[in-house]
């Protein structure tokens, strides 16, 4: 069994071996966690909105023992990752991280929040370094505004967006 | 004194990790089949879990047994370890991720026990070991290491 603490080390190697297969079978897979997502949560998003998306990222950041803060002030949820233990796992590790580890979470937010009719901008900041912001509004201008500050946004499903392998 | 781990996660568990390995494998085996699988749970046991292949290689099955203590018991599962003579059996009686997976109506991939199966036989590879698993109920398996060689 491989233990759930380490579920994304085996996450990582599966990137890494899709992706020498060939881009494309990469992100053929991101769009695979994308539908598994939308199952498990589109209709909750969809249903409760931000509400039910903030609800979501407080339990997963208690369970999966982020460091950083949730928010929702007013139409914005806003998720900033002081220590991503996702990133910070595969960097910890003998097998080494694959360069585009970060881009999966975007490849299954964004199909996530477009079934739910919100809009998410993911700010990748670093693909190096375990911290980013991500932040979720039901106003799309509001989404345009932000994506054009970011830092590094993920656009996963923009290919000549992705660094080469 | 227990064997260090080069893993040794502390703090919650977030057990809805083992749907999405079962996901994950239900994707690779339909899609890339069982012989991409097998490599990428070869590259997870040898690349990833390194120390424990090094320590195999040298003679030393303990950080591995640690690992599967230290694993199960965070997840809750029960098990047992046996030692007699060159083998040392850690006999699973509830498999913490199929009873997680079953519990929440899940459909358990029919080569969701390859990611056991598979790592259990990379790690032998190039060691004085035999690592075999047997699978015995819908929750059950043992592992087996057996010295082969000295």
Same mark, same amino acid.
């Given at each position: 069994?491989?233990?759930?603490?380490?579920?994304?080390?085996?996450?990582?190697?599966?990137?890494?071996?899709?992706?020498?297969?060939?881009?494309?079978?990469?992100?053929?897979?991101?769009?695979?966690?994308?539908?598994?997502?939308?199952?498990?949560?589109?209709?909750?998003?969809?249903t409760?909105?931000?509400e039910?998306?903030?609800?979501?990222?407080?339990r997963?950041?208690?369970?999966?023992?982020?460091?950083?803060?949730?928010?929702?002030?007013?139409?914005?949820?806003?998720?900033?990752?002081?220590?991503?233990?996702?990133?910070?796992?595969?960097?910890?590790?003998?097998?080494?991280?694959?360069?585009?580890?970060?881009?999966?979470?975007?490849?299954?937010?964004?199909?996530?929040?477009?079934?739910?009719?919100?809009?998410?901008?993911?700010?990748?900041?670093?693909?190096?370094?375990?911290?980013?912001?991500?932040?979720?509004?039901?106003?799309?201008?509001?989404?345009?505004?932000?994506?054009?500050?970011?830092?590094?946004?993920?656009?996963?499903?923009?290919p000549?967006?992705?660094?080469?392998? | 004194?227990?064997t260090?781990l080069?893993?040794?996660?502390?703090?919650?568990?977030?057990?809805?990790?083992?749907?999405?390995?079962?996901?994950?494998?239900?994707?690779?085996?339909? !899609?890339?089949?069982?012989?991409? $699988?097998?490599?990428?749970?070869?590259?997870?046991?040898?690349?990833?879990?390194?120390?424990?292949?090094?320590?195999?290689?040298?003679?030393?099955?303990?950080?591995?047994?640690?690992?599967?203590t230290?694993f199960?018991e965070r997840?809750?599962?029960?098990? !047992?370890?046996?030692?007699?003579?060159?083998?040392?059996?850690?006999?699973?009686l509830?498999?913490?991720?199929?009873?997680?997976?079953?519990?929440?109506?899940?459909?358990?991939d029919?080569?969701?026990?390859?990611?056991?199966?598979?790592?259990?036989?990379?790690?032998?590879?190039?060691?004085?070991?035999?690592?075999?698993?047997?699978?015995?109920?819908?929750?059950?398996?043992?592992?087996?290491?057996?010295?082969?060689? $000295?």
């Amino acid at each position: 069994m491989i233990p759930s603490d380490h579920f994304v080390r085996f996450y990582n190697e599966v990137f890494k071996s899709l992706d020498r297969k060939g881009r494309v079978h990469l992100v053929d897979y991101w769009h695979e966690l994308g539908r598994l997502q939308v199952t498990e949560l589109g209709d909750r998003f969809k249903t409760g909105g931000l509400e039910a998306a903030y609800e979501y990222w407080q339990r997963i950041f208690l369970e999966e023992n982020c460091e950083g803060e949730v928010k929702l002030n007013d139409d914005v949820l806003e998720l900033r990752m002081h220590k991503c233990p996702s990133l910070s796992k595969a960097m910890d590790n003998d097998a080494g991280a694959h360069g585009l580890y970060c881009d999966h979470c975007m490849a299954w937010v964004e199909p996530v929040m477009a079934h739910a009719g919100l809009h998410a901008v993911f700010d990748m900041e670093s693909r190096t370094e375990p911290h980013c912001v991500m932040r979720v509004t039901l106003n799309k201008k509001k989404a345009e505004e932000f994506a054009k500050h970011a830092k590094l946004l993920a656009t996963p499903y923009i290919p000549a967006s992705l660094p080469p392998r | 004194m227990p064997t260090p781990l080069r893993y040794q996660d502390t703090g919650e568990v977030h057990l809805d990790f083992h749907r999405t390995t079962n996901g994950t494998i239900a994707y690779l085996r339909q !899609k890339h089949g069982a012989e991409f $699988l097998d490599d990428v749970f070869r590259h997870t046991a040898q690349d990833v879990y390194r120390s424990i292949w090094d320590d195999l290689k040298q003679g030393d099955p303990e950080q591995l047994v640690t690992h599967w203590t230290y694993f199960t018991e965070r997840e809750k599962g029960v098990y !047992k370890i046996e030692r007699e003579g060159n083998e040392i059996r850690f006999i699973v009686l509830q498999c913490p991720a199929t009873t997680y997976l079953r519990n929440r109506g899940i459909v358990v991939d029919p080569e969701f026990r390859r990611q056991t199966i598979t790592m259990n036989q990379a790690w032998s590879e190039g060691t004085p070991f035999e690592i075999s698993t047997k699978i015995t109920g819908e929750d059950a398996y043992i592992q087996t290491i057996r010295r082969v060689k $000295l």
